[in-house]
């Protein structure tokens, strides 16, 4: 929050993500703590990451989610680091340095068996994130969102904290496009232990490589993946990366 405008100017990586030298300082230097007390587990952060599949068990990073409002000076965006065994992540810490918060959950935080919250999308607020083009699949899904098929529709650009918003209660459901693992492991983490659920393409439950995401109550969940399900397939995942 203290690194000025030197640290936070914005550069593009070839995939058109925008970037920042903070992004790149935040992820070496959690990544240095990481590697002293846990030299066995490998860290897989946004800025470094080579591609290919997971290690068996690794640390997820993303240094700075959000970095398109952090560069703008908005304070919708977080610190994502988990852990993830076997592609399932188990311990997460979500940090919003603007906004003051943070959450953790681990292997030992009593999970909630309730699930609450809003059931039907027509009565529910609904964040969207990583959308593409109008016309892309993903388009075509907010379009119908913003038409009338969900009460209230928000974009705020930051997929870790549109989690925690759901886990928090600020928002029925969200659904991402394109969700890396290091984008939403932590935030997937929180949800599950507060009962919630998160499902991913064909209305399985989520696991990294999923085009889509969509968490909240099980039937509201389960609803949105059904209408993303029954539009066209076009354009493969439809997603553009927003953060």
Partial sequence: MRAGD??????????GEEVTDADVEVER?????????????PVIGEESAEG?????????????????????GAPLHAVSLAYAEAGTPSVGVLHAPALHRRWSVGPRSAPSTEPSGVREVSRAIVSVTGTGSPRSRSGTFLSGLL??????????GCMSLD??????GWLDACVCFGPAPWDVAAGVTLLRRNGLTVLG???????????????????????????????????????????
């Fill in 147 to 156: 038409g009338g098929v969900a009460y209230r529709v928000r974009m705020h």
């Fill in 52 to 72: 290919g599949p997971l290690p068996e068990r690794c640390w997820l990073l993303d240094p700075i989610d959000g970095t398109m409002n952090y560069t703008r």
């Fill in 6 to 15: 030197e640290w936070s100017e914005k550069r593009f990586k070839e995939s």
């Fill in 29 to 41: 230097r959690v990544t240095r703590v990481l590697r002293e007390r846990t030299p066995d587990i």
């Fill in 201 to 243: 393409a064909e209305g399985r439950d989520f696991t990294f490589g999923s085009p889509i995401l969509a968490a909240g109550h099980p039937d509201l969940a389960k609803e949105l993946i059904e209408i993303w399900e029954s539009l066209p397939a076009n354009d493969g995942a439809g997603a553009e990366r927003a953060s």
């Fill in 163 to 168: 989690l925690a918003a759901v886990a928090e």
